[in-house]
């Protein structure tokens, strides 16, 4: 009855997701008012139009085009089973939207499939809290003054590191770094400029390994390296000694004064039966012995 009609009409037009239908030639018979709020596109611009020219062109994130090769509309008129995907779809204003799609058949009263329908909502929303929660996330693990990893993300890899090693997965090293008379340096020339040569030192370890390692600071003015798929020590020593060199060789200009430190390292080779703290602890040992050696070298055990 018209009534009827006019009035679940008039509830799916004012839905906020947007809704439209298609034939099962794939032509838009029906395109609501939460659609033409979220793209753009009114329905004189929509109806009669197949989905096949690309109006609205989903897109998944890594860059497959579904309009073409793997609609979903056209699937469920295959099999009946509906679908639900998270796209990059096209704005009349030119621009992606993220949106969350779900596909579902349109039957007649036999139970035959006869088009589609599409709805979908402004996924932006989810997008932004997981990406709110990724920075969190890596804000947690970050050590604010230097940028790279803090003690507690040093933990967590330590922890992990230990567990491939007993499942025979891999091989690590361990590098205790500390800034050589630290605490006379801040005397000399103040807390500020000791923070940006600790950014100073932070940054250039970071470069001076690989990306697959792991950089942070433990604490103060000490730092821990992990550097995985280390063979042996003399490939362990050889990091090292290239953050030593490289540290020794930095240089902080403050007021026209080149301003220069160096570090004293212990390493070690990750054991059967070692935990967090006797891996680091034994680093630890070693770098006190390059300090009590004279400073600005490196001691591997």
């Known amino acids: 009855m018209p009534d009827e009609k006019n009035f679940y009409k008039d509830i799916i037009d004012n839905l906020y997701d947007g809704i439209?239908?298609?034939?099962?030639?794939?032509?838009?018979?029906?395109?609501?008012?939460?659609?033409?709020?979220?793209?753009?596109?009114?329905?004189?611009?929509?109806l009669g139009r197949s989905c096949r020219d690309n109006l609205l062109n989903h897109v998944t994130a890594s860059g497959v085009l579904l309009c073409q090769n793997h609609c979903p509309?056209?699937?469920?008129?295959?099999?009946?089973?509906?679908?639900?995907?998270?796209v990059f779809l096209h704005h009349a204003q030119g621009h992606r939207l993220p949106v969350m799609i779900r596909a579902t058949a349109l039957r007649d009263e036999t139970g035959k499939i006869i088009g589609a329908i599409e709805t979908f909502s402004n996924n932006t929303h989810v997008i932004n809290t997981r990406r709110q929660l990724r920075e969190m996330h890596r804000a947690a693990m970050t050590d604010p003054l230097t940028g790279i990893g803090n003690r507690r993300?040093?933990?967590?890899?330590?922890?992990?590191?230990?567990?491939?090693?007993?499942?025979?997965?891999?091989?690590?090293?361990?590098?205790?770094?500390?800034?050589?008379?630290?605490?006379?340096?801040?005397?000399?020339?103040?807390?500020?400029?000791?923070?940006?040569?600790?950014?100073?030192?932070?940054?250039?370890?970071?470069?001076?390994?690989?990306?697959?390692?792991?950089?942070?600071?433990?604490?103060?003015?000490?730092?821990?390296?992990?550097?995985?798929?280390?063979?042996?020590?003399d490939d362990l020593r050889a990091a090292a000694e290239k953050v030593r060199a490289l540290v020794e060789h930095s240089r902080l200009d403050i007021n026209g004064q080149g301003l220069t430190v160096?570090?004293?390292?212990?390493?070690?080779?990750?054991?059967?039966?070692?935990?967090?703290?006797?891996?680091?602890?034994?680093?630890?040992?070693?770098?006190?012995?390059?300090?009590?050696?004279?400073?600005?070298?490196?001691?591997?055990?």
Request: glycine content about 10%; overall charge negative.
């Open 153 to 233: 993300h040093l933990e967590g890899r330590l922890r992990a590191i230990i567990a491939e090693f007993q499942d025979g997965a891999s091989h690590a090293g361990l590098l205790s770094i500390d800034v050589d008379h630290f605490k006379e340096f801040n005397d000399s020339y103040g807390h500020n400029t000791g923070d940006i040569v600790l950014r100073m030192v932070a940054q250039t370890m970071r470069h001076a390994l690989r990306a697959t390692d792991t950089t942070g600071r433990w604490g103060g003015e000490e730092f821990i390296a992990i550097v995985h798929d280390v063979r042996d020590e």
């Open 262 to 301: 160096t570090v004293s390292i212990g390493g070690t080779m990750l054991l059967a039966g070692d935990t967090p703290d006797s891996f680091v602890g034994r680093a630890d040992q070693l770098m006190y012995r390059s300090k009590q050696a004279g400073r600005n070298r490196v001691t591997i055990g």
């Open 20 to 46: 439209y239908f298609v034939d099962r030639d794939r032509v838009i018979t029906y395109w609501n008012k939460g659609a033409e709020r979220i793209t753009g596109y009114s329905p004189t611009q929509t």
């Open 73 to 86: 509309l056209a699937a469920v008129m295959e099999d009946g089973r509906e679908r639900e995907v998270e």
